[in-house]
């Protein structure tokens, strides 16, 4: 047997990394990534026309609110000490230009001026900024005569949009389009109409995915086809970092990288090339997934919760934008 250890063959193992897993205080304070309940967004969906909150049925827990319902949900969330929240807009009436996100009286501009009024500034409020909640084709733009999505005349819509939802109170609005020079084209309109101190937390990096699908039974979104000519290609990292570029230099505030899970190395890469703070959107597909498993019993959901989240930190996002914000902060908190 050698001196170094107790192995027949070469004396392995030589060196002992286990030591530093021996016990819950030493895994604690080795431990190189943390999630604090600051470091989450809740997203949330406010629908026109209702008086009780919705449950959206691929999403369990997760509910379209009334008005009422989502003035409270702000309340419990900057209780359980969430950063922020992001809304998204249900209207009764869609149409082709999406009209009701531009409505000074449209259903998210309503929510924004209730949220702000019941919270102020104890959580950024945030606003999604897009028109696929708005249109009644569910795509992202307004439609050239041939049908496809027309990038310049639907920066004009986002413009309009932006100064109504930051006359409503928003702190920070969410382009989430994909439209090529959204971030420029906003913050222009933003910074004209006097609007300066309200920021933009971009969509940089927003592949076609699968997993928006449960997103869309929450919107009651009503589209067909599908938003490759867009949103990004998930074989491709690369134009990642070219979007990264565009956006900062246009003026974004703060990026994202939308969805989470299946693209953690792109995040990784922004992470690492970013100047300004990189968030994550893990979205309604991974939260359904997860809620899924866990129904069955074929995963312990909370770990499952806390390990996604973790892993976003650990791949280099400060911010994570999730339908457990409420939850986890709850869990963290408990955890000390
Ligand atoms: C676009 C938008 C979408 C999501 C957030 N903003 C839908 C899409 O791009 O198809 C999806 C969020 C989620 O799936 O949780 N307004």
Known sequence: ???EGSGAYGGFPHVRPRRLRTTAAMRRMVAETRVHPADLILPAFVREGI????PVGSMPGVVQHSRD?????AVEAVEAGVSGLMLFGVPLEKDAVGSQGTHPDGILQQALRDVRSEVGDDLVLMSDLCLD???DHGHCGVLDARGRVDNDATLERYAEMALVQADAG????GPSGMMDGQVGYVRAALDAAGHQDVSMFAYTV????????PFREAVASSLSGDRTTYQQDPANGREALRELALDVAEGADMVMVKPGLPYLDVLRDVAEEARVPVGVYQISGEY???EAAAEKGWIDRERAILETLTSFKRAGASTILTYWAV????????AG
């Open 170 to 173: 928003a702190h920070m609005l």
């Open 51 to 54: 008086d009780e909150p919705v």
């Open 69 to 73: 319902s989502l003035r409270r949900a």
């Open 288 to 290: 359904a997934m997860v």
């Open 206 to 213: 927003k592949y076609t995915s699968a997993f928006y699908g």
């Open 1 to 3: 047997m050698s001196p």
């Open 327 to 334: 939850e986890a902060a709850r869990l963290l908190r408990a």
């Open 133 to 135: 909640e708005f249109t």
